[in-house]
């Protein structure tokens, strides 16, 4: 029996693991939005589409399998793009479904006509057309295996008047999802294994690429006394219940883990690739591990490059090293790691309760938030507080757009983080120009019924931007926000609503919020001077920040300098 390529191509995303499509529908896609509502998988009404990318990324980042997202010709699928670019770059297993107008139009720029390959092979793993019926199925498995094996993005694109062609679906096509392992060879193994053997203080540096090599790390840098630093990304992974890591490197980072790349005799990055050059070790021996050959050395000049899994690599590696006694190395990074914690916890404390520091809402959000709790945050501060405040147990989970960038994220990553886990405390740390930017879809969070938690880090500013501006020694500009009323805004959308303007209210709030039955905003007004300061002060940022206090009085803003130096320096 025949069928129609709408109902092919929906098997064959279920067969793939899929279980919701978010997008908005319309007419190229109709045929294939009746045929969703015929299947099991769960159609989710967006109101932009970009948020709707962001939500299918969001949960195919936490679950490892396949999300999907529909868009209509020209502006529908357009609008998809920087939530696949964020997907993309995130390894999020993501199938977009990017329709275009019939095919008796084509290429007489019919309105809406646009060419969604060349904009969607630049930033995903797949990007074909179903140009035949009897492709439909052998199309969408490919893209789905692609997706799933090289996590990331993988797009179909289809004409509108392809839908509803029909094919008997014949032939079976599988999706294969091979773990194979890879390790250096032996002769380049007996090599590391005598750099680390020659070197006296040895630092392993590792990332998101060696997720599922926490126990072969522990080992190693047990035998040879190594401290750990970990990137941004691997925090979940890697920090919990681990007695050798030392935090993390680079801006967001903390003294101990920039001073144990400082101060090793060779550094092993392992599934690393972190992208800033300034804050690797200089005249220090490196070698980089990594499973992607075209990884090695493009961040930082390096001594050994070798390909292999993280996991497979180490373990090898371990029985083949002498064990080291000296612990100097090792204790004082330990060491500096306590200061570094103590500090944040101090950070956070509060004197004055009518000055809410950012980072007290984030200690109070760790110590009230659920043990597997879901954290994702907007960019900028938001996501400052939340790697460096909110602690990695082995059961919470963090998302944060690191590799993008990009505004908005947060809560819409989160939706698609809480429909993939309705049972757990999922919550978005959310900017207040991060969350404006996409605010329609707060109706998206009732109309599909998502009990979302959303956090607003409310300083009426774009806080990260202004923190660049002036550590550059200027003046902010056009940083300001002007914001509505959180609470009201959401209780007008049907969502509850709290907001919080002095310290000793917001454990009470907190707490109500948290326990809220459905989708709930907590929007606490915090100091809006805050710096994130980074783990080593140069002498170029703290001139650069005296030149911003010096133009801001030349230009009449001497008050908000009082502010920066009671807020930040005087507390």
């Known amino acids: ?27 190229t896609i109709n045929h294939l939005t009746d045929a969703i509502a015929k299947s099991d998988l769960r159609w989710i009404s967006v109101r932009h589409e970009e948020a709707g990318a962001f939500a299918a990324g969001g949960e195919a980042y936490m679950t490892g399998e396949l999300a999907v997202c529909a868009g209509t010709c020209g502006p529908g699928s357009l609008h998809f793009v920087n939530g696949i670019y964020e997907s993309h770059r995130n390894g999020a297993p993501v199938l977009l479904i990017a329709s275009d107008v019939a095919r008796t139009e084509t290429g007489f720029n019919f309105p809406q006509e646009v060419d969604q390959k060349k904009i969607y092979e630049q930033h995903s793993h797949f990007c074909e057309y179903i140009s035949h019926p009897s492709q439909a199925r052998r199309i969408v498995t490919k893209a789905a295996q692609a997706a799933l094996t090289k996590k990331g993005v993988a797009v179909v694109i289809v004409n509108g008047d392809m839908f509803s062609e029909t094919d008997e679906d014949a032939m079976a096509w599988d999706i294969y999802r091979p773990e194979p392992v890879c390790r250096p060879n032996d002769s380049e193994m007996a090599q590391l294994a005598e750099m680390v053997d020659a070197a006296g203080k040895v630092t392993v540096y590792a990332g998101i690429g060696a997720r599922d090599a926490r126990a072969e790390i522990v080992a190693f840098c047990e035998k040879v006394k190594a401290p750990m630093v970990h990137t941004t990304r691997a925090k979940e992974f890697l920090e919990p219940n681990n007695p050798f890591n030392v935090g993390v490197n680079g801006i967001l980072g903390n003294r101990a883990g920039v001073e144990a790349l400082e101060t090793a005799d060779l550094v092993i990055s392992l599934g690393c690739d972190f992208a800033y050059t300034q804050y690797y070790p200089e005249a220090k021996k490196i070698v980089q ?21 993280a996991r497979t690599t180490l373990a090898a590696l371990t029985p083949m090293v002498a064990a080291k006694p000296d612990t100097r190395h090792l204790e004082a990074q330990q060491k ?7 500090g944040y916890v101090e950070e956070g404390e509060e004197s004055d309760p009518t000055l809410i ?5 984030a200690n109070m959000l760790d110590e009230k938030a659920a043990d597997d709790a879901i954290f994702v945050s907007d960019v900028g501060t938001a996501m400052v507080w939340m790697l460096r405040h909110l602690r990695a147990n082995g059961r919470r989970r963090f998302l944060n757009s690191l590799l993008h960038g990009t505004m908005a994220s947060g809560m819409p990553q989160a939706m698609g983080a809480k429909l993939a886990y309705p049972d757990r405390q999922v919550i978005a740390m959310c900017g207040d120009g991060g969350l404006t930017m996409l605010m329609g879809d707060l109706l998206t969070l009732v109309q599909e019924e998502i009990p979302l938690k959303l956090l607003v880090f409310r300083n009426d500013t774009l806080g990260f931007v202004e923190m660049e501006q002036r550590v550059e020694g200027l ?3 056009f940083t300001g926000l002007r914001n509505p009323d959180f609470p009201k805004l959401a209780e007008a959308c049907g969502i509850a609503g709290w907001r919080v303007e002095n310290g000793g209210d917001l454990a009470g709030a907190m707490e109500a919020w948290l326990r809220a039955e459905g ?9 809006q001077m805050e710096l994130v300061m980074p783990p080593k002060i140069e002498i170029s940022q703290v001139a650069s920040t005296a030149m911003f206090g010096v133009k801001a009085v030349l230009d009449g803003r001497s008050g908000e300098v009082v502010e920066l130096l009671r807020n930040n320096f005087l507390r």
Do not use: C
């Not at 000049?301 to 070798?306: D, E, K, N, R």
């Not at 500096?336 to 103590?342: H, V």
């Not at 709930?520 to 100091?527: F, G, P, Q, S, T």
């Open 519 to 527: 989708p709930a905003l907590l929007d606490v007004r915090v100091n």
């Open 336 to 342: 500096q790691w306590q200061d570094d914690l103590r």
């Open 1 to 27: 029996m025949s069928k129609t390529v709408a109902h092919i191509v929906l098997d064959a995303l279920e067969q793939a693991g899929a279980r919701r499509v978010y997008g908005i529908p319309g007419d």
């Open 475 to 477: 003046v902010d500009h």
């Open 289 to 309: 591990i990594d499973i992607d050959p075209t990884h090695l050395g493009r961040r930082s000049a390096i001594s050994m490059g070798l390909v292999g899994d």
């Open 357 to 361: 520091h950012p980072q007290f809402v």
